[in-house]
Structure formats: C-alpha cells, structure tokens
C-alpha cells in the first residue's frame, strides 16, 4: 500500500474519532447502537501503541498483553450513564452471535477518567450484565490514561452536566469522549473500527472474518 493510500487510511480514522466525540449524557438513547453499515479499512493506521497501565486487579498491564488473540476495545468510564453501557452491551450481544468463538476474543474498557475510575470500581462495573464475559478494565494514573489515549487516537474532555467548564475539585462531572470500538489483531495492529451506527451482527461477521483468517 503506497503512502498516499496510507496518509488517507489515518485521516480517515481520525477524522471518526473526532466526530464521533460524545457526551456521555444520558439524553438521546438512540445515539449507540442503531442500524448502518460498519465502517471498514484495509492496511495498516497509527491506531495502537506502547501503554502502560493498571487492570482490575491492580497488576501492570502493557500492549504486550493484547498479544495473541483478537481484542475489542472501548474507551468509556464507569460514570457514563448512557453511551458506554450502550457500546459494552453492544460488544456483549456479538460475543454471543459469536458463540464458542466468542471466548478467542479479548474485551477491554480503557477508562478515560482515571480521577474516579479505581481498580476497584472498574471491576465492579465491568462485570455488569449484560457486558462481555471477561470484560477487563484499565485504569492508571492521568498521564498514563492520556498516553494510552494518544496512541488510540482517543479524544475526550471532562465537563459539568450543563456543558460548563469543571470547577477545581468538583467530581460531579462527565466526559465527552471518542465513541468508538476498535478491533485489534493478535499481533497488537489495527484491523477495524465500529461506530455507533454499527449493530453487533456487523462486529461479529468482521471477528469471525478475522478469526477464520488467523486459522
């Protein structure tokens, strides 16, 4: 694939994750989830990268613990009334179309709010019905989230409900955030991304493609 082609793939990919910046407000139940036709790529984009943060259970993790099988990845926080437990339900309903084959998959909640999002929180939502089974949840310290967000080209912005600036110290906030699925292969490289528009059966025909290529 030439450079132009590629040059193109990555602004494409960034201009979704920008557009696709959301609130997490729980107003428009609609916004996730609905029917249309997933959007696909080919080649190699700047999605992924080196990470390092923290999981459930309070153990480091790092990119390299995405080796091996195929990952769906969501960033959201465990505060969003709406739009995350639309895309994690979401994810849940194609490891069941997926059926056996489900279980060759990995799930991973990249949390974009760290200030609020312990280990301990995180695994208690992500063990929510009806999320993925074995849905894993990654927090870390400020930095360590935005660099994790950087190499996902992830855009998000803490807010006060009404849309007003956060006061210092104020926790009673939400965030905007890239509503975004990412599919990554078992080498840890780019494969696909899901929008809001995207149905479970879209996320677990393009799976099943990529588990049958790896076969």
């Known amino acids: 694939m030439g450079n132009a082609t590629n040059w193109l793939l990555k602004l494409s990919v960034s201009a979704v994750a920008a557009s696709a910046l959301v609130a997490c407000q729980a107003e428009d139940t609609n916004r996730a989830g609905t029917s249309g036709k997933t959007v696909t790529s080919t080649g190699t984009a700047a999605i992924g990268g080196p990470f390092t943060l923290v999981d459930t259970t309070g153990a480091t993790v790092t990119e390299a613990d995405l080796l091996g099988k195929p990952h769906l990845i969501y960033f ?3 505060f969003c009334p709406d739009v995350c437990p639309t895309a994690l339900s979401k994810l849940g309903a194609a490891e069941t179309l997926l059926g056996e084959r489900g279980d060759e998959v990995g799930y991973i909640l990249f949390t974009v709010d ?14 929510f019905d009806p999320f993925p089974r074995g849905l894993k949840g990654f927090t870390g310290t400020p930095e360590q989230v935005d660099a994790a967000k950087g190499v996902y080209r ?3 912005s803490k807010i006060m409900p009404d849309g007003s600036p956060v006061p210092e110290g104020n926790t009673d906030y ?5 509503d975004i699925i990412y599919l990554m292969g078992a ?3 780019f494969v696909d991304f899901f929008s809001a528009r995207s149905t479970p059966q879209d996320i677990a025909i393009r799976v ?8």
């Open 114 to 127: 760290p200030e609020r999002d312990t280990a301990e929180k995180l695994a208690e939502y992500v063990a």
């Open 154 to 156: 992830v855009a998000s």
């Open 76 to 78: 959201g926080f465990a």
């Open 187 to 189: 080498d840890g490289q």
């Open 208 to 215: 099943r493609k990529v588990l049958a290529e790896g076969e």
């Open 174 to 178: 939400t965030v905007d955030h890239s």
